[in-house]
T-cell receptor, first 112, second 115 residues
Framework: TQLLEQSPQFLSIQEGENLTVYCNSSSVFSSLQWYRQEPGEGPVLLVTVVTGGEVKKLKRLTFQFGDARKDSSLHITAAQPGDTGLYLC????????????FGKGTLLTVNP | GAGVSQSPRYKVAKRGQDVALRCDPI?????LFWYQQALGQGPEFLTY????????KSGLPSDRFFAERPEGSVSTLKIQRTQQEDSAVYLC?????????????FGPGTRLTVL
């Protein structure tokens, strides 16, 4: 069974700081998605990465997929309080394209 | 409303009671998913519908859990004889296409507390 490990589990920083969170597995991902979940809401898709070595940018967020497709990172530049939330990575599992397996997430708090 | 809606948003049940959770997907979305999210965890897959057909129920934890989508739109997740371990947020998601790896749009969830 392929498992996802996300680190750190918790992260509390001040507004304006940079941060990186990680998603790792011992097995190769066919593809990987990153979500952000705010309190009391469902997860919202941020990005899908497919190709090893791929880098995608979404405003102040930079997503990287490892060359071997076993790991991914999310870097946030100049964090803002609005970035606060649970950051989840997920991949399609069980031989399907729709059954998402999620990591436990990184709970980010950005203090003003 | 343009998004996925769920009701009720909060449900408190006594152990042994039956509960029914409703999901209204985005209009026209073919695929519908249910997930369970325990406190401090990521969502875990429960079941998948393509239109009215339940194609995958491999994540349902026990035979006390039952889901339906009789007309291919609204879905209901029913839990019989609730137990304390059923306490969690139940998330519904929908997707425009059948199967495939496409964006799933999540509702806000129903927080179930079993006393």
């Amino acid at each position: 069974t392929q498992l996802l490990e996300q680190s750190p589990q918790f992260l509390s920083i001040q507004e304006g700081e940079n941060l990186t969170v990680y998603c790792n597995s011992s097995s190769v991902f066919s593809s990987l998605q990153w979500y952000r979940q705010e309190p009391g809401e469902g997860p919202v898709l941020l990005v899908t990465v497919v190709t090893g070595g791929e880098v995608k940018k979404l405003k102040r967020l930079t997503f990287q997929f490892g060359d071997a497709r076993k790991d991914s990172s999310l870097h946030i530049t100049a964090a803002q309080p609005g970035d606060t939330g649970l950051y989840l990575c997920a991949f399609p599992s069980g031989g399907s394209n729709y059954k998402l397996t999620f990591g436990k997430g990184t709970l980010l708090t950005v203090n003003p | 409303g343009a998004g996925v809606s769920q009701s009720p948003r909060y449900k408190v049940a006594k152990r042994g009671q039956d509960v029914a959770l409703r999901c209204d997907p985005i209009s026209g979305h073919v695929s519908l998913f249910w997930y369970q999210q325990a406190l401090g965890q990521g969502p875990e897959f429960l079941t998948y519908f393509q239109n009215e057909a339940q194609l995958d129920k491999s994540g349902l934890p026990s035979d006390r859990f039952f889901a339906e989508r009789p007309e291919g739109s609204v879905s209901t997740l029913k839990i019989q004889r609730t137990q304390q371990e059923d306490s969690a947020v139940y998330l519904c998601a929908s997707s425009a296409s059948a199967g495939g790896y496409n964006e799933q749009f999540f509702g806000p969830g129903t927080r179930l507390t079993v006393l």
